[in-house]
């Protein structure tokens, strides 16, 4: 069955540093999907990329499809406090896996 | 429109024993998840439904039964509680666009 992995596990930045977070998939995939889950929080939807290659920028965070549709990352720029909670990729071939996710904290 | 609703937000049960716990949508969407999030860990899907009186079952549907008789209504029930438990389990809803819209939560300890 589909797997969607996420790497790294935890992410520990300082703030106004960078970061990226990847998401690999073991099926090629319709689309992938980026939820935002603040601690005590529920998943919350980020952004979904559904064509090969496709980039797309939410302020801070730009979100890549790779070129097979089998991976995609999350990159964040100048890391804020408001940047703390876990990231989780979804991938969607007929149905929605979601990865286990990467934990983000920041020192301030 | 209040989204995705959940009740109880918190639960106490003792071994053995049996809740149900409700998730209510009012988008309108036809499908629905129950999903369990064990502390640090990600989501694992326990049963969905892909419209009122379909249900089928997700990755850890042992130990849980749901039903779905109103495009609305999604209650997941638990039979004989056991630690194992022990989770956050949110619903969540979804149109034609497959993003997911989540509930709140319900913080369930069994002990």
């Known amino acids: 069955g589909q797997q969607v992995m996420q790497i790294p596990q935890y992410q520990h930045v300082q703030e106004g540093e960078d970061f990226t977070t990847y998401c690999n998939s073991s099926?090629?995939?319709?689309?992938i999907q980026w939820y935002k889950q603040r601690p005590g929080g529920h998943p919350v939807f980020l952004i979904q990329?559904?064509?090969?290659?496709e980039v797309k920028k939410q302020k801070r965070l730009t979100f890549q499809f790779g070129e097979a549709k089998k991976n995609s990352s999350l990159h964040i720029t100048a890391t804020q406090t408001t940047d703390v909670g876990t990231y989780f990729c979804?991938?969607?071939?007929?149905?929605?896996?979601f990865g286990a996710g990467t934990t983000v904290t920041v020192r301030a | 429109n209040a989204g995705v609703t959940q009740t109880p937000k918190f639960r106490i049960l003792k071994i053995g024993q049996s809740m149900t716990l409700q998730c209510a949508q009012d988008?309108?969407?036809?499908?629905m998840y129950w999903y369990r999030q064990d502390p640090g860990m990600g989501l694992k899907l326990i049963y969905y439904?892909?419209?009122?009186?379909?249900?089928d079952k997700g990755e850890v549907p042992n130990g849980y039964n749901v039903s779905r008789s109103t495009t609305e209504d999604f209650p997941l029930r638990l039979e004989l509680a056991a630690p194992s438990q022990t989770s956050v389990y949110f619903c969540?809803?979804?149109?034609?666009?497959?993003?997911?819209?989540f509930g709140p939560g319900t913080r369930l300890t069994v002990l």
């Open positions: 969540a809803s979804s149109g034609s666009t497959d993003t997911q819209y």
């Open positions: 988008m309108n969407h036809n499908y």
């Open positions: 099926t090629t995939l319709s689309n």
């Open positions: 990329l559904v064509k090969s290659g």
């Open positions: 439904s892909v419209g009122a009186g379909i249900t």
């Open positions: 979804a991938g969607s071939d007929y149905k929605l896996s």
